[in-house]
């Protein structure tokens, strides 16, 4: 049983914005492999399906960002899931808009959802799916280009790139460089 997290903050004056990718990658997910309707539990909206013989569970945190491992570390425990059965999906500041890249461990980058986590769990051994969404330049600038809202012009990248994440997910527990490439290959094939 795997356990994906998209992290973002709940609330429709949140759902549009560049923070809340990781909530639009559990949609798509769910929207394209049937799974089941959002249930609330754990502080959290919970889907359940299956990739192939997989179970997979997705949970959306309703804790907002800097909590959310309040909602990931029980919900892991209640299935028995362990950390390396876990793929945070998260904005990453740190690569360019439409960039996807996947890496087990490290650091937060900053990166209050993952220090929640992390914190929750004592160690950093979940998978990180990096879902880059540019840097505005400045440090100043930072909060607003984190918080605003996707542009209409981003949804060009954005709108494939959910699209292929869905398309090529069950990758992702195989080989995670095999889901990062063909999602890749795929966003250059639609420029």
């Known amino acids: 049983m795997y356990l994906f997290v998209g992290l973002g903050n709940p609330g429709s004056e949140h759902a549009k914005q560049r923070h809340n990718i990781g909530f639009m990658a559990m949609d798509a997910i769910k929207d394209a492999h049937g799974f089941s309707d959002w249930k609330s539990k754990s502080k959290g909206l919970v889907s359940e399906g299956r990739l192939g013989t997989d179970k997979v569970i997705l949970l959306k945190p309703q804790t907002f960002m800097n909590l959310s491992g309040e909602s990931v570390q ?3 425990a209640f299935y028995k899931i362990d950390p390396e059965d876990i793929f945070v999906f998260h ?8 960039v996807i890249k996947v890496k087990k461990g490290g650091g937060s980058a900053g990166h209050n959802g993952l220090k929640s986590i992390t914190g929750r769990f004592g160690m950093p051994d979940y998978y990180r799916v990096r879902m880059g969404i540019g840097h505005p ?13 996707f542009r209409d012009e981003e949804h060009d990248w954005l709108d494939p790139q ?5 398309k090529y997910i069950g990758n992702l527990l195989n080989k995670p460089t095999d889901f990062t490439a063909k999602v890749m290959q795929d966003m250059k094939g639609e420029k």
């Open 74 to 76: 029980p919900l892991a």
């Open 91 to 98: 904005d990453e500041l740190d690569l360019a808009e439409g």
């Open 137 to 149: 330049g400045s440090k100043a600038r930072v909060n607003g280009h984190v918080l605003g809202n």
């Open 162 to 166: 959910l699209k292929f994440v869905a």
